[in-house]
């Protein structure tokens, strides 16, 4: 019996160098990726079989809904066992990550979560600024 599978991955604070290596093996055997405006598209280049879905939202431009991305979370995860959801730094911070996560398993869909570096923590360590030096 086919098991269909929500996967949500946090690609990072922007460097497709950034990734974990869980992350990176899951898009090399992925199918369907829905990505984000902020996931460097160089990523993409690894899952070279996957449809890829640009579901991104960019201020004042057309985008999709957090509804219709959802819907596609479903219909994609139904049509082809497993889509992975490319976010952005860590997908529960500003990501609605656990939205998602409830409405795949609202529809009976697994869900599995691979966490990114968060961008609150990684460009502050990129950048040499500690968030807790003593001085």
Do not use: C, W
């Amino acid at each position: 019996m086919k098991t269909n599978k929500l996967i949500l991955i946090g690609a990072g604070p922007g460097a497709e160098d950034l990734i974990t290596l869980r992350a990176l093996e899951k898009l090399q055997k992925a199918k369907v990726i829905l990505y984000d405006a902020l996931v460097s598209e160089k990523l993409l280049e690894f899952a070279p079989d996957a449809l890829k879905i640009f579901v991104g939202k960019r201020g004042g431009k057309p985008s999709f809904t957090q509804e219709k991305i959802n819907q596609l979370i479903v219909s994609y995860a139904l049509v082809y066992g497993e889509v992975i959801r490319l976010k952005g730094g860590d997908p529960f911070i500003f990501g609605r990550g656990l939205e998602e996560i409830f409405f795949a398993k609202k529809h009976g869909i697994e869900t599995e979560v691979i966490p990114g570096i968060s961008s609150a923590t990684g460009l502050t360590a990129l950048n040499q600024v500690s968030l807790t030096h003593r001085e």
